[in-house]
């Protein structure tokens, strides 16, 4: 571990200091303190900006198991065989050499009266003020038959890495003409035309390689994100592969057997050859952990996404319960300037502006035809309000979705650069 | 230059002398020289082939970057696939300032920044489109939609403080480091293309809906900020 021991002695000081005087650089023992838990978007970007912007004044680490991050983003891409499992892990080295102090270790605690960060690893680590970008776990018993055990025999790839190469890995082995299941999650998840996104990029994997497979996608929602893009791009790139069953046909009443490969819906028993099941989420763990969920969620303040129920703990991206942004890694990169310019401020008194969000989300349906979906937010005294928004028209020349492809890949890039330096 | 344009820039002429001066449709003739300046790279008339740039017959009414055969620059055909499309607006747009309307285009031409000259050279032009007809009625000559940008706005003195923390918005898709992976460069433009590009698409004069909604909801200090910002950045 990288934790320097003089932070441990330090912290009972600092910790007075910055109650008496919350404005002020905490006491004479050293910088104030950011802990961050969670090395993606949300936290990766709310760490390099607060180090970045602060040239110094603030003691910024960040706590996140992983040594390799695999974006969420994109990781459909690479199960249609767009990207290499390479071209979506990004390393912390960037965050390291920005001034942010990187332990690889899990977050097992938050000890809010002494302010401080348990770790798995043993020992803890003292903060000021503590953002938590845990991203999504899993609602336990949402999918009947399913549960983390049962993620080797049925995928729920939605967290990306190695769910996602055994993910195309069981679709690589499919036998020709077999099925590919989906169950996809009820409202709200992570990335809302994820599941559909996905469901193009198997089609287009199958029609290379196996072009009489079939898809079923079994859906507790009557509606979906893009739906009327994804429906129009199915039936022109892929016709009689997909059949999607919405909760008007019993999508929702579900269960599965991952040790005889079956798939109930409605009933209606299938055998199936992969089955992805992307169960109901909630906030990821610590967040509950630290007391400042309310149900699956964290409720924040949409003017700095501080908690409602701890003035020092923040919480951004898919685990917050903010308002109208969807959960995504755009809004994730987002809420974390908003967030590091409120924390920066609190902490050594620079300037404060107002807070603006904003996210658009790129989708690939097929080679070249991408679509998006965007808007623009701003903080109200009850949630983060939308402003504005646009989304991609159905019939649109393919030189108009190409163009939209092509910008996705420049926000790829963007972003990532954005988030890990 | 072909005959049927010689007779063409005679008849305009008459016009010209009889309703144009009113209406402000610019000269041919004054046009054919400051054409002088764009020749170099644009060919025009009979058997006008791409070069440097490709050749300007039948420009009206086309969509920007729809030649097949010419390779354009992406910014030009990001532009084109979002929907401009070249009509007298648009061309003395673009003409004004080609980086502010098309970030990246390869057309390495500082623009035409008096006004007449844009017109008198879209007049010019003009007699090279066969679709639609040279006729007064028709386009280009109705009336363009003034892109100019009021003075004050221009003259305006950015934040790079308040420029720096909006910026970060810009920042999720366009690389500080000034890198271009589908996503133009905006780091180090000068602060009136910065400003004139955030307008455009803030008055929905330049396509791109991401854009429109980020710049629909910024300021004109919000914008001077960020150019300010940006202007300074090191690539």
């Not at chain 1, 701890?310 to 987002?334: C, E, R, T």
């Not at chain 1, 107002?354 to 989300?361: I, L, M, R, V």
Request: proline share 5%; glycine share 10%.
């Amino acid at each position: 571990m990288t934790l320097n021991r003089r932070k441990f002695i330090g912290s009972t000081a600092a910790v007075a200091a910055v109650l008496s005087a919350p404005m002020v650089k905490a006491g004479g023992h050293g910088k104030p303190r950011v802990v961050v838990v969670g090395g993606g978007a949300g936290g990766a970007t709310a760490a390099r900006y607060i180090a970045k912007d602060s040239k110094g004044e603030i003691d910024v680490t960040l706590i996140e198991p992983t040594r390799m991050y695999y974006t969420c983003f994109f990781s459909n891409l690479y199960l249609g065989g767009f990207k290499e499992i390479s071209d979506i892990g990004h390393t912390y080295g960037g965050l390291a050499a920005g001034g942010v102090n990187v332990v690889h270790d899990w977050a097992v605690g938050v000890d809010r009266d002494a302010k401080t960060v348990a770790l798995a690893g043993g020992g803890s680590v003292p903060y000021d003020k503590l953002i938590l970008s845990p991203g999504i776990d899993f609602v336990d018993g949402a999918v009947e038959g399913w549960d983390l055990s049962a993620q080797n025999a049925m995928p729920h790839a939605y967290k990306a890495g190695s769910q996602s190469e055994l993910l195309k890995a069981q679709l690589k082995a499919m036998p020709q003409g077999g099925t590919f299941a989906m169950v996809a999650p009820p409202n709200p998840y992570r990335c809302p035309p994820g599941p559909y996104e996905r469901v193009s990029m198997v089609a287009h994997f199958l029609k290379q390689n196996n072009p009489t497979a079939k898809i079923i996608v079994a859906d507790p929602k009557e509606k979906f994100s893009k739906m009327a893009l994804f429906q129009e791009g199915w039936n022109n790139h892929y016709a009689g592969m997909v059949d999607w069953v919405g909760s008007d046909f019993g999508g929702g009443e579900v269960s599965v057997d991952p040790g005889a490969m079956t798939l109930t819906i409605d009933g209606e028993v299938t055998n199936v050859d992969v089955c992805n099941v992307i169960p109901a989420m909630k906030a990821g763990r610590i967040a509950e952990l630290a007391g400042v969920t309310d149900g699956n969620w964290a409720p924040v303040n949409a003017a700095d996404m501080s908690t409602k129920a701890d003035a020092d703990i923040y919480v951004l991206g898919d685990a917050s319960q903010q308002g109208d942004m969807p959960k995504s890694g755009f809004s994730a990169n987002s809420q974390a300037k908003v967030c590091a310019n409120a924390v920066r401020g609190a902490l050594t008194g620079s300037k404060v502006f107002p807070a603006k969000f904003s996210n658009t989300c790129w989708s690939l349906i097929a080679p070249n035809d991408g679509v998006k979906v965007g808007a623009t937010y701003e903080a109200t005294q009850e949630k983060i309000a939308k402003v504005d928004g646009f989304i991609s028209a159905t019939g649109e020349t393919s030189d108009v979705r190409k163009a939209t492809y092509e910008e996705s890949e420049g926000w790829y890039t963007g972003i990532t650069t954005d988030m890990m330096g | 230059m072909a005959r049927r344009n010689i007779l063409s820039i005679l008849l305009s002429a008459v016009v010209l002398c009889t309703a144009a001066a009113a209406d402000d449709f610019g000269d041919p003739e004054a046009g054919e020289k400051v054409y002088k300046q764009c020749k170099s790279c644009h060919q025009l008339g009979e058997g006008a082939k791409h070069r440097i740039g490709p050749h300007l017959n039948g420009i009206f009414g086309r969509q920007a970057a729809s030649h097949e055969g010419f390779r354009y620059s992406k910014a030009l055909v990001r532009v084109g696939a979002g929907g401009l499309e070249w009509h007298a607006d648009t061309l003395d747009t673009f003409l004004e300032n080609p980086r502010a309307m098309a970030s990246g285009t390869r057309m390495s031409f500082k623009g035409l920044k008096d006004a007449e000259d844009r017109l008198n050279v879209i007049a010019y032009l003009r007699q090279f489109s066969d679709n639609p007809a040279d006729i007064p009625e028709a386009d280009p000559t109705a009336t363009a939609t003034d892109h100019n940008l009021d003075p004050a706005i221009l003259a305006l003195k950015g934040d790079p403080e308040y420029g720096a923390y909006l910026s970060s918005e810009c920042t999720t898709c366009h690389q500080a480091t000034g890198g271009d992976d589908g996503i133009p460069s905006i780091v180090l433009w000068p602060e009136e293309d910065f400003v004139i590009a955030m307008h455009a698409y803030k008055n929905k004069d330049r396509p791109n809906p991401v854009m429109q909604m980020m710049a629909g909801r910024l300021n004109a200090e919000e914008i001077a900020a960020l150019a300010a910002y940006f202007a300074t950045l090191e690539e």
